[in-house]
């Protein structure tokens, strides 16, 4: 049985199931990048956000989250949200290892630097993002949960930065 979920993206700040515990959570063998063009949360088809994703080399913090009842009761949802099949993998959190469901989601997009991902968010930011938001909501709901508990990437941050710049007059952030 599987209790605990892995958040790297928007199911840190937004998981759509009640939690009862969440601990900042180290998985090794996997990096974060914005890989995956999300095309029916964030953004839509002529206008994907570029949403985290994982592949292969490196870690990834994010967030261990318990769900109330565990992750097994709560699967078919993040099923359907997530629209994959979620991996089992195990994660180093301090008070010792969980397992752990995580979705790596596409990455179609993973050696894209910051610039590109910028005008891709840009883009999405301007055709009015997706039903959850936009490019924006997404990657500072992403900065503000790791931040929230005491976690930085260095990607994260500066293409975070680098988006509000580019947004800076064109929407209200």
Do not use: C
């Amino acid at each position: 049985m599987v209790s605990w979920v892995f958040g790297y993206g928007s199911i840190m700040f937004r998981p759509d199931f009640t939690v009862a515990e969440v601990r900042p959570a180290l998985l090794r063998g996997r990096r974060r990048v914005f890989g995956h063009p999300s095309v029916r949360n964030w953004g839509t088809p002529g206008r994907p956000a570029p949403t985290a994703s994982l592949v292969d080399g490196g870690e990834t913090w994010g967030l261990a989250l318990r769900p109330v009842g565990g992750a097994d009761e709560i699967l078919d949802l993040l099923v359907g949200r997530e629209a994959s099949t979620p991996e089992v993998t195990r994660l180093q959190t301090a008070e010792g290892p969980v397992t752990a469901y995580v979705w790596p989601m596409g990455s179609a997009w993973s050696d894209w630097g910051v610039d590109r991902l910028v005008a891709a968010a840009v883009a999405n930011v301007e055709g009015g993002g997706g039903p959850h938001g936009d490019a924006w909501d997404y990657v500072d709901g992403m900065r503000g949960a790791m931040r929230e508990h005491g976690l930085v990437d260095p990607f994260v941050e500066r293409y975070h930065r680098a988006l509000a710049v580019a947004l800076a007059g064109k929407a209200d952030r």
